[in-house]
């Protein structure tokens, strides 16, 4: 299929060919759902701990007499029930929240991503992004005089050190490898950069 490829003013220089297996797939929402999903879940870590009723500092003593009372009937004062007693089922540290995602599908969910993308308009091939000083004001207006000042996901082949320290501080703006765009930023950002070269790198990935 050919993609259009963009000059820094955001028009359409001439045309780029792209592989179908990647940029041609059609929609899946349910495997794209269960890869963002997994995603999300193995990026999580068991760093959360409640306590169980037999860790809670209370005294086991009966609370009061069985009957007589009026009251419900209670054993001690650590008991589910009662507020600041132990949790039934704990959270624990090592609790384990990772989705398995087999190899074939991860990829062809990244495909369906992408051709989503270049469906609905928000996927740009560009022959290079570079600035020429680490300003934050450079990289701003160039992508300004694109069209892009909402949030942009820049993929290019080699991030150097001008590129990624002028996008540090710009919130909406993420700059990767091919190797580190994931499923959840291609979803999350409303536009997506792609240099020229990146293609054959996302299609040895993908494909």
Known sequence: MELKLLNEAGQSS?????P???????????????????????????????????EIAKSTKKPWRQKG???????MASSPLWRGGGKIFPNLPDENFTHKVNKKMY????CSILSQLVREGRLSIIESLSVEAPKTKLLAS????????????VITDSVDENLLLAARNLPNVLVVEPRHADPVSLVQYQ???????VIAKIEEMLA
């Open 14 to 18: 001439s045309n780029v060919t792209a």
């Open 20 to 54: 179908d297996t990647v940029f041609g797939r059609d929609y899946n929402e349910a495997l794209i759902h269960q890869i963002v999903v997994a995603y999300q879940a193995n990026a999580r870590s068991g760093n959360r701990a409640q306590k169980g009723r037999s």
């Open 69 to 75: 009372t009026g009251r419900a009937r209670a054993g």
């Open 107 to 110: 990829r062809a969910g990244m």
């Open 142 to 153: 160039k992508l300004k005089g694109m069209g892009m000042a909402s949030s942009v996901l």
């Open 191 to 197: 536009n997506v950069i792609m240099t020229r070269s």
